[in-house]
């Protein structure tokens, strides 16, 4: 190799360490594909801390009812997605012994929010009324779920046009098979029971979940 030819390769070579070095995110992004193309890192998930972990105690099966006793009226289900990715909730309301599905959905971490998103359907004849909103941890370890319920066109009644009313659930652990629930609508003045006794509810773990 010539004199020459070695001082061009050298000055090729410096130059473009300089042009790295000045744009060093650059480089990195030629060398190594982002995160969300190549997938999620298994050794930086596991050392993450588990953002549905204060969530898992409502993971199960449970029976609701009046928590002064009495019949109970449904059946509230929280399932772990695949690795824990998500949960799955339903609720199916109790006509004797017989299940009558009520509502079902996902509830999803949201890494900018910090809370679950929800996203569930109340019709599971039609598809049209759904719930959505966030579930959250109060300071207490209370859980909320603050709930949006959007009704299509007529299902309020003939003519009636879509609408929008806010509810308002709370779920507090009280011991490995017990939650103190209830459930809420707000008037626009204050809080209410969405029906009567729904203030004052609770969950009892079912045998094997």
Same mark, same amino acid.
């Given at each position: 190799?010539?004199?020459?030819?070695?001082?061009?390769?050298?000055?090729?070579?410096?130059?473009?360490?300089?042009?790295?070095?000045?744009?060093? %995110?650059?480089?990195?992004?030629?060398? &190594?594909?982002?995160?969300? @193309?190549?997938?999620?890192?298994?050794?930086?998930?596991?050392?993450? =801390?588990?953002?549905?972990?204060?969530? !898992? #105690?409502? /993971?199960?099966?449970?029976?609701? %009812?009046?928590?002064?006793?009495?019949?109970?009226?449904?059946?509230?289900?929280?399932?772990?997605?695949?690795? $824990?990715?998500?949960?799955?909730?339903?609720?199916?309301?109790?006509? !004797?012994?017989?299940?009558?599905?009520?509502?079902?959905? *996902? @509830? /999803?971490?949201?890494?900018?929010? =910090? =809370?679950? +998103?929800? *996203?569930?359907?109340?019709?599971? &004849?039609?598809?049209? /009324? &759904?719930?959505? !909103?966030? @579930?959250?941890?109060?300071?207490?370890?209370?859980?909320? $779920?603050?709930?949006?319920?959007?009704?299509?066109? !007529?299902?309020?009644?003939?003519?009636?046009?879509?609408?929008?009313?806010?509810?308002?659930?709370?779920? =507090?652990?009280?011991?490995?098979?017990? /939650? @103190?629930?209830?459930?809420?609508? +707000?008037?626009?003045? %204050?809080?209410?029971?969405? #029906?009567?006794?729904?203030?004052?509810?609770?969950?009892?773990?079912?045998?094997?979940?």
């Amino acid at each position: 190799m010539t004199r020459y030819a070695t001082l061009a390769l050298l000055a090729a070579a410096l130059t473009a360490g300089a042009a790295v070095a000045q744009h060093p %995110g650059q480089g990195a992004a030629q060398a &190594q594909p982002q995160g969300h @193309l190549r997938g999620a890192n298994p050794a930086l998930a596991s050392a993450a =801390k588990n953002p549905y972990g204060p969530y !898992g #105690f409502l /993971v199960g099966d449970w029976t609701v %009812g009046p928590e002064s006793g009495g019949e109970p009226m449904g059946v509230m289900r929280f399932k772990w997605g695949p690795n $824990r990715s998500y949960i799955w909730i339903t609720m199916n309301l109790l006509q !004797g012994d017989k299940e009558e599905p009520h509502f079902e959905g *996902l @509830l /999803v971490w949201n890494g900018v929010k =910090k =809370k679950l +998103d929800m *996203l569930l359907t109340m019709d599971l &004849q039609n598809g049209l /009324v &759904q719930e959505q !909103g966030t @579930l959250f941890v109060e300071k207490d370890g209370t859980v909320v $779920r603050e709930i949006t319920a959007i009704a299509s066109d !007529g299902i309020q009644g003939p003519g009636k046009p879509a609408s929008s009313t806010h509810f308002r659930q709370t779920f =507090k652990e009280v011991g490995p098979d017990r /939650v @103190l629930t209830n459930a809420m609508r +707000d008037t626009g003045k %204050g809080w209410v029971a969405s #029906f009567p006794g729904s203030d004052k509810l609770v969950m009892t773990r079912r045998s094997g979940t």
